[in-house]
């Protein structure tokens, strides 16, 4: 079955602390998004993944890619209280249909 | 640079009729993707279109079509509406697909 699994579903974390989200995927894939999703609005893509081992940074966020062990991270450091979101992974996977499968997104709630 | 535009942003329909929804992608940009996001369902990958030519397909019923334009304009249309087809629509736009996506605002759609 072709699946998306996003840990944890819901977090919520102090200003200034460090946290990963993970994601898990089930079948081969050589392509893995980021995206931001800010309540009542559209979706942000953050980071776009294209290989093994691919790393990338913006501000606070940084994203993984193991397509190894099928598992992408996305760490937060220092968080502060405007990475307060929704965050998505999607994955690219190769079959016929649904060639872009969603996690059920990470529900971050950042207190000051 | 102007974003990606989606109309109508909101919408109102009644089982069994139609409804096309529009996409302008962030001029230069090629790539046109579409996006169903659901409470239940969450975010689903719809299609996505390069140069006139759909490219990937999502697993969505025949009632579920689009097109790109020569000027990479997109239209989604969905047929003989259901309740479940109750949704916001996200559109995103890219130069090349393997590249970072900008998202639309979306159209909500409500049947009834």
């Known amino acids: 079955e072709l699946k998306v699994e996003q840990n944890p579903l819901f977090l919520s974390m102090q200003e200034g602390k460090n946290y990963t989200i993970y994601c898990n995927y089930s079948?081969?894939?050589?392509?893995l998004y980021w995206y931001r999703q800010d309540p009542g609005k559209s979706l942000e893509s953050l980071f776009v993944l294209l290989s093994n081992g691919a790393v990338k940074q913006e501000g606070r966020l940084m994203a993984s890619l193991d397509t190894k062990a099928r598992l992408s991270t996305l760490h937060i450091t220092a968080a502060v209280h405007d990475l307060s979101a929704t965050y998505f992974c999607a994955v690219d996977m190769k079959t016929s249909y649904d060639k872009v499968i969603f996690g059920p997104g990470t529900s971050l709630s950042v207190i000051p | 640079k102007a974003g990606v535009t989606q109309t109508p942003r909101y919408l109102i329909k009644t089982r069994g009729q139609q409804v096309t929804l529009s996409c302008s992608p962030i001029s230069g940009h090629r790539s046109v993707s579409w996006y169903q996001q659901t409470p239940g369902q969450g975010l689903q990958f719809l299609f996505e279109y390069f140069s006139e030519t759909q490219r990937n397909k999502g697993n969505f019923p025949g009632r579920f079509s689009g097109r790109q334009f020569s000027n990479s304009r997109s239209e989604m249309n969905v047929s003989t509406l259901e309740l479940g087809d109750s949704a916001l629509y996200l559109c995103?736009?890219?130069?090349?697909?393997?590249?970072?996506?900008?998202f639309g605002p979306g159209t909500r759609l409500l049947v009834l």
């Open positions: 995103a736009s890219s130069f090349l697909s393997t590249e970072t996506q900008y």
């Open positions: 079948t081969t894939s050589d392509r």
